[in-house]
């Protein structure tokens, strides 16, 4: 299996070694994300798309000789990964989209898509001597951390700012998970879970500080490939808050790339939320990632300073993509939109990324017969209350079916 020739940081270029406390660069902070690379040579002579055909797509460990581990065995207990790739019709008919996906991570154990990056973690910290771990969380990176620590057996720690839907602080509680209920922001959360990671000796999950999140994230991009017969998409929408999703996505099919098993690369478009546009902003802009302050409905993507803002700017760049920010509004008019023509129900974040497609459409930005890929990346029961803000509930009927024709407009 592969072992990271070496974890570079985004902003200085320095090389380390991995360990258990290499995470960022000790040199640039917080914000010198590390970016994991492997002798790809290696990796062809031991992998192949022949090979990974002949496999059952039960889960996402069949991208094994791609990850940075040196194996799993058959006793993982949950299947991670191996989602379903829908060619939702009806979205595709109201959008006037011929070739339009959702790629539904909603499908995973703890309904979110940080399913793949704490499974890839839970293992790697176990191989660096680590057993017990933690993170930082408004809520799904938490949940699935304490939902894969569960089923492995393990002790975790999450970090929630007070603020985190109770749908999602109902996960960790019920996975058994140590939750500590901040009072304050994400990033206050964040910056404490490192600071009492280092103190307890935990292993840290967190979202772009850990350099394997995005190791385990990428493999979103390998199904997707393989998914569409390795003809990538042209686009890729990825909700966006501290970027680690959307460089795992750009890794995933740059990888593929570097293997020759893809042709060409797609362009990814980061979907922010207007509350929260740090890397929309700094792309925009003079390249700078700042604070902002975070105000949206969408928990998952509301980050004041993205710590891995700096890569996910370098990818979003490097593919040729671009930055689409959209309102809370607009945010919950996506919701019902994806559940009416789908059958799928996003969370906030989710839908995010629908919002920018529609977004794109109306603007003249996407053609018809563009091959697009939205990515859901959390279910909507992990945030009722903001589902309930996006539609009109009912107003009770008496129990007569002369209430009920009067209701549907029978005479």
Not at 109 to 117: E, F, G
Not at 164 to 180: E, H, N, S, T, Y
Request: glycine share 10%.
């Amino acid at each position: 299996m592969p072992v990271p020739e070496s974890l570079t940081c985004v902003l200085c270029g320095a090389a380390y070694r991995e360990g258990a406390d290499q995470y960022s660069c000790p040199e640039c902070g917080e914000l010198g994300t590390l970016r994991v690379s492997y002798d790809y040579d290696r990796i062809k002579a031991s992998a192949s798309r022949d090979g990974l055909a002949a496999l059952p797509f039960r889960d996402h460990w069949r991208y094994l000789p791609l990850l940075p581990l040196a194996g799993v065995g058959s006793e993982f207990p949950l299947a991670v990964g191996a989602t379903p790739l829908y060619p939702v019709p009806g979205l595709r008919r109201a959008l006037g989209l011929e070739r339009l996906w959702v790629k539904d991570d909603t499908a995973n154990p703890s309904a979110s898509l940080k399913d793949r990056a704490s499974s890839v973690v839970l293992l790697k910290g176990q191989e660096l001597g680590r057993t017990e771990f933690a993170a930082a969380s408004t809520g799904n990176a938490g949940a699935s951390l304490a939902c894969l620590s569960a089923a492995l057996g393990l002790p975790c720690h999450i970090f929630v700012p007070e603020s985190a839907p109770r749908a999602k602080v109902a996960q960790l509680l019920i996975f058994g998970a140590d939750v500590l209920s901040i009072r304050g922001s994400y990033s206050e959360a964040f910056s404490l879970c490192v600071e009492a990671s280092d103190r307890f000796r935990w292993y840290n999950r967190n979202t772009g500080y850990n350099p394997y999140t995005v190791e385990g994230k990428k493999t979103v991009a390998l199904e997707i490939a393989e998914q569409l017969g390795w003809e990538p998409p042209d686009t890729v929408i990825v909700a966006t808050g501290d970027g680690c999703i959307l460089s795992g996505v750009w890794k995933g099919f740059t990888d593929l790339h570097r293997l020759g098993w893809i042709s060409r690369l797609p362009r990814l478009v980061a979907a922010q939320a207007e509350g929260s546009q740090s890397i929309k902003q700094a792309f925009d802009g003079d390249g700078t990632i700042r604070p902002v302050n975070e105000d949206t409905l969408a928990d998952s993507i509301s980050v004041s300073l993205p710590r891995n803002g700096v890569m996910a700017l370098q990818d979003l760049r490097a593919s040729g993509g671009s930055a689409v920010s959209v309102s809370d509004g607009e945010i919950l008019e996506a919701m019902p939109l994806l559940g009416r023509t789908t059958g799928l129900f996003g969370e906030p974040a989710a839908a995010a990324a629908a919002a920018v497609l529609v977004k794109l459409v109306d603007q003249g930005e996407v053609s018809s017969t563009e091959r697009i890929v939205v990515v859901s990346t959390g279910h909507g029961l992990k945030d009722v209350d903001a589902a309930l803000r996006a539609v009109d509930p009912p107003e009770p009927l008496e129990c007569s079916i002369e209430a009920v024709r009067a209701r549907i407009g029978i005479r």
